[in-house]
């Protein structure tokens, strides 16, 4: 099963409105890590967030991390259509793995 | 910088011939993964390289995938007999990872789309 899922699914919003993307994962983590992929290509890395931080900051982006229920959230706060994209989390998973799973993704459509 | 490449762009092949698809890393990283992304899915990883030790193999979904790296640098995934199944999105990506046991963020290149008809 997925480590990292995300909810919701889709979300769709109108520029200037905030974006709140949530992610929940299973096993202990290292970090959690947000990235964003337009047009179903390469993937830009946003935000890493390490197990004993909490929140982090860049720019308009806001990520917190609660290790106690194994869940993340990413916040867009006032939206751009230039923003539109999909949206994943994963996990670098202690215990030996190697990998950054990815849950299935947020697709983001912000409406001028 | 450079960042991480990718080739070909897009790859079109018949069923039960052999691909190879290309990865440049950035300069210095010393992790190398690649992924597969479905239609609509998330990435499922196939393979990880670190330095030199003996990559992890674990995400292979077949023997008829392998991949290799050599000179710790550039890397080639090697799908041997495609079937219409490996038709994907097939992602590198590489990390600094400088410090034992901490793994960085990892940096994509734009994938190669493989359509197997």
């Known amino acids: 099963s997925q480590q990292g899922e995300e909810d919701p699914q889709a979300l769709s919003i109108q520029e200037g409105e905030n974006a709140t993307m949530n992610c929940s994962y299973k096993?202990?983590?290292?970090?959690l890590q947000w990235y964003r992929q337009n047009s179903g290509r390469g993937l830009v890395h946003l935000i890493l967030?390490?197990?004993?931080?909490r929140e982090k900051h860049s720019g308009r982006l806001r990520v917190t991390l609660d290790t106690s229920k194994k869940s993340s959230s990413l916040l867009i706060t006032a939206s751009r259509a230039a923003d539109t994209a999909s949206y994943f989390c994963?996990?670098?998973?202690?215990?030996?793995?190697?990998?950054?799973?990815f849950g299935a993704g947020t697709r983001l459509a912000v409406h001028p | 910088g450079a960042g991480v490449s990718q080739s070909p762009s897009n790859k079109v092949t018949e069923k039960g011939k052999d691909v190879e698809l290309r990865c440049d890393p950035i300069?210095?990283?010393?992790?190398l993964y690649w992924y597969r992304q479905s239609l609509g899915q998330g990435l499922e990883f196939l393979i990880y390289?670190?330095?030199?030790?003996?990559?992890?193999k674990s995400g292979l979904p077949s023997d008829r995938f392998s991949a290799e790296r050599t000179g710790g640098s550039v890397s080639t995934l090697t799908i041997q007999r495609t079937q219409q199944e490996d038709s994907a999105v097939y992602l590198c990506?590489?990390?600094?990872?400088?410090?034992?046991?901490?793994?960085?963020?990892?940096?994509f290149g734009p994938g190669t789309r493989l359509t197997v008809t």
């Open positions: 990506a590489s990390s600094l990872n400088r410090r034992p046991l901490v793994r960085d963020e990892q940096y």
């Open positions: 096993t202990s983590i290292n970090n």
């Open positions: 967030i390490r197990s004993n931080e």
């Open positions: 994963a996990t670098d998973a202690r215990g030996g793995y190697n990998k950054l799973i």
């Open positions: 300069s210095g990283h010393t992790a």
């Open positions: 390289f670190q330095g030199n030790s003996a990559p992890d």
